[in-house]
């Protein structure tokens, strides 16, 4: 995915697939251009994710 595709994610709501699981785009790190994942139906947190290594699950 680019930046611009998970930020409307983030923005809009929508998931992602990070490592084969569905999260949901919870934080934003401007610094360092990532992204904080949250897993869909679990409390599972996943930090420093950079877009490139998601791929859009609708």
């Avoid at 139906?41 to 996943?46: D, K």
């Amino acid at each position: 995915m680019t930046d611009k595709e998970i930020m409307n994610r983030f923005l809009f709501g929508g998931r992602v697939t990070y490592r084969g699981k569905h999260y949901h785009v919870l934080e934003v790190n401007h610094l360092k251009n990532t992204y904080t994942l949250e897993l869909q139906h679990g409390s599972e947190r996943v930090t420093d994710v950079k877009a490139s290594e998601c791929e859009p699950y609708d």
